[in-house]
């Protein structure tokens, strides 16, 4: 028997409530998403090509030469999804040389969305030693790193088909200039994939200009190594 359209508007209606109409829906976050998310995050990363190929209007001088290692963490003082984070800068007078280390913890928050929160260690001198070895990494615990940022300036990521979407909103996160004596926002975006990532970040100042980063859809494109 043929539906009414009385019917047909029901299951319609019936359909946008259940989100099953809505192709860019936000799923809540399961641990399966954590897993595959943790496998694209772990790696070697290079942007060498991106200083190879750069367009004219990009001029490659504008990009370091950056090289990540990421490494997933697995201590038994440390449940869960954590991952160990090591840009290095690269230039031929200075060889290869330790910009930033990180601690990432990635988890499920209670509305279901799959976050991460970055920890430094306390120990500066960190990062004269350089890449820390499997064993230091087995055993390390949450009294060896501290959190800079507030959860403010949390790391929210979306799947987006067969890539990962994660940024920090600069709505949120509020942080003080180190060097300046000024509020700003900061943010940061990056796109994880099979053959690599890209990323970008900075801060705006609280009138919306650029403080330092890199502008809307420029990023640092690293190729899996």
């Known amino acids: 028997m043929p539906i009414t359209l009385q019917q047909a508007l ?3 209606v ?3 409530l259940n989100n099953t109409l809505l192709p860019n ?3 809540a976050a399961d641990e399966s998403q954590l897993t595959q998310l943790m496998a694209l995050m772990e790696g070697e990363f290079d942007n060498a090509e991106q200083l190879k190929n750069a367009p004219s209007k990009e001029p490659a001088h504008e990009y370091d030469h950056l090289y990540q290692h990421r490494v997933r963490i697995s201590s038994p003082a440390l449940p869960g999804f954590w991952l160990y984070s090591q840009i290095n800068k690269r230039s031929p007078d200075q060889g290869s040389t330790v910009y930033r280390q990180t601690v990432s913890e990635f988890f499920i928050d209670s509305k279901g969305l799959l976050r991460s929160r970055v920890w430094s260690f306390k120990d500066e001198s960190m990062k004269k030693r350089g890449l820390p070895g499997t064993a230091f990494l087995q055993k390390l615990d949450k009294s060896q790193l501290i ?10 990521w979306h799947l987006r088909g067969m890539q990962f979407v994660g940024t920090i909103d600069p709505d949120s996160c509020v942080i003080q200039s180190r060097y300046q004596n000024e509020q700003r ?3 940061s975006e990056e796109i994880v994939f099979d053959g690599g990532l890209w990323s970008r970040e900075g801060a705006y100042r609280m009138n919306g200009e650029l403080a330092f980063g890199l502008e809307e859809n420029a990023f640092y494109r690293f190729q899996r190594q």
């Open 10 to 12: 029901f299951f319609i």
């Open 14 to 16: 019936a359909c946008l």
């Open 25 to 27: 829906r936000s799923l």
């Open 147 to 156: 959190q800079k940022l507030s959860d403010d300036c949390l790391n929210t």
């Open 185 to 187: 926002r900061l943010f």
